[in-house]
DNA sequence: GATGAATGAGCTTTCATTCAT
DNA sequence: GATGAATGAAAGCTCATTCAT
């Protein structure tokens, strides 16, 4: 008889405490790896609590990620309208893209694991918020203006789109590896470079000579 | 088809349905959502055997992942020398790095997971293994001597390099999320699209006009 | 009856019921021969219980023998202050030495087990024990007196103290192979004349003539 | 179809190297926790061999403490016929007792957990083997010839043999405890001191005055 | 809400023993 | 005699989950 979310009031915060921990305990081990004892022992409550607030230890995964994801699309996708012109806007996108990884370092893991293991809810609900986002329709859109306006050459918009978002968090998802290839070490300094070579090569790459 | 790790014979080919057993389980599921028992009965041993060719699970994990890892990069890097101009080295190499994704669709969601519960050892003998491949090393040389000879504009050929290889391998990763997206149904014919459109982009990305 | 040791307070008792049984499990079939399992049943608790109080069977082990042995010396080395001339004192450590033993016939199985595979920690918590009680100094002590005074003949007290205790601990530990050997079946009427014998033939051989 | 103990005739030595690992194995570990795989491989034998030459680990363990038993108190038993006086015979006996100890350190670490976990069998048979020897039988003897003769105190001379034998052999078992309290760091110089020390007691402690 | 104790099912690992060669 | 591979049973231990208070 409980409702989706938040039918228990959680006045102490404890049901805060206890996600707050699982996002790490479950960025860092993964569903099948996170152990609801080491859960309850950072949060610093006690193991039946999270029983009382979550039924099961998968559910309290999939609240951890429902939320969590919300709330970084959230702050992405509230800024990326900003910027006139394609490349103040992909920058923006860009940027804000890079303050949420910085921001909360799972995200990344979290998503790596959801794709090693979709879970369908997840990545529905995932996929509708970013398809029902001003995101990949105004890229889409300003694209097609150019393509009319001759500004650019005539190109599939879907696999443009697809290579804006794979070049921009392509790097996110690989860098465990690309670092220890190309010795990168700064990941800031590399990640400021990236996003420039990002928007410059993609706009050469549309833009009609 | 055997890597030079297999210092025991294995004649009765026990280890090997051990290994390609195990790739499958942990594919699915992740070091810690791998069952040992699963394993065994699938690969139709008796547990213990595990246990006398592999002394853990956490070594038959690496055994696994290193093993596949190395036979999946022999293949891809073996065959992306072929091609003279840029244009037709870049399509080999995605065509074959496509190729080994739809041979063995584990290699992904492997990858997924070292990425995001990354160990050491296996990294860095992934790294070292790409490192010192030809693959980013002829990228790399070609894009110099075409900017050398003024064909191509001057950028940073690392960026560039890491663009290449986000947009072929970023949609592989993001495929469960992606499909969902934008409706992709047919992933053969997405991707036979998609390796034009990304040496089309780039190359108009870095020509000089 | 409980020791310092114990920190959890044990409200239940069940983690006494589980230190009692184990002692048994442990003076029957050694820490490598004792069964976790036959523990859990017979102490009728839930075989994690076990592990939920003591992190492994051979901290279990530890904690039991610990116990025990301190909880034993207490006793024995409580009692043998008593008794003014040395043939009293020493009849009163037999008595309550013997006592022991037969109050708790694990002591003797647990000490032979531990002087098989010594483990550091315990021997050197016994020796304290045992060297920081009154026994062997009060002993040592009545001999020099009593050779001081011309009543004793001069002797190594040290080695004197070694003939009363294995003398007297001595039967104890070889009792399955002596009662075969000679034939003893009751045991408690041969202690009883043994103590006697102990007193009387240590006397005279340290007595001046 | 197998006799009581060599049918196989071990030309090559090789159930000889098995009994000789074992014995150390068995006297570490005891029955419980040795392990045949090691034994194995230490007497540089296949483990199936050791099934082929004894049909269990326990056939083993009763096969090596037999033989070890009998070939040490064939030793010691050999020798002790020797000696006029009760104080030349004593003094013999513990000498020979104490070689035995100082040649096959194991022998002391097997009894004690015989007696911990006394085997019927073997048992009885070491106690035949000592009850059939010269060595008390003599003790007696020569005891009750000296009572008669009004050297030596009426006393009971069961007693008397069991002290005799825990004084002798009861530091060799008590030595890692007796060690850690009284710091005794050079055993052979403190065995030296002690057997003159038990006959003097004990002479001294019969003769009548 | 909160806790410590308890549980059952299942996990990884071990080990004595055997089999095919 | 000898071996490497195999097995079944069980061992120690873990963990999500629940209960009594």
Do not use: C
């Not at 938040?6 to 081990?29: C, L, V």
């Not at 990344?108 to 090693?116: H, Q």
């Amino acid at each position: 008889m409980r409702t989706e979310q938040t039918s228990i009031p959680d006045e102490t915060g404890t049901r805060q405490k206890i996600i707050d921990t699982a996002r790490s305990e479950f960025a860092e081990h993964g569903l099948a790896g996170a152990r609801v004892e080491r859960i309850a022992k950072t949060a610093g409550v006690n193991k039946a609590m999270i029983y009382y607030h979550f039924h099961s230890k998968e559910y309290l995964y999939e609240s951890v990620v429902k939320e969590f994801f919300q709330e970084i699309f959230r702050q992405i996708l509230a800024r990326t309208s900003e910027g006139k012109t394609l490349d103040q806007f992909l920058l923006a996108a860009l940027e804000t893209h890079i303050h949420a990884y910085q921001t909360s370092p799972e995200f990344v893991k979290i998503l790596l694991r959801e794709l090693a293991s979709p879970n369908e809810s997840l990545l529905n609900d995932l996929a509708t918020t970013i398809r029902g986002s001003q995101f990949p329709a105004t890229v889409v859109a300003r694209l097609q203006q150019g393509m009319a306006e001759g500004e650019y050459r005539k190109i599939d918009p879907q696999q443009a789109m697809m290579s804006i978002i794979t070049m921009s968090i392509g790097y996110l998802l690989l860098a465990p590896l690309a670092d220890r290839i190309w010795g990168i070490e700064d990941r800031t300094a590399f990640l400021d470079k990236r996003k420039h070579a990002i928007v410059d090569l993609f706009l050469h790459g549309v833009m009609a000579r």
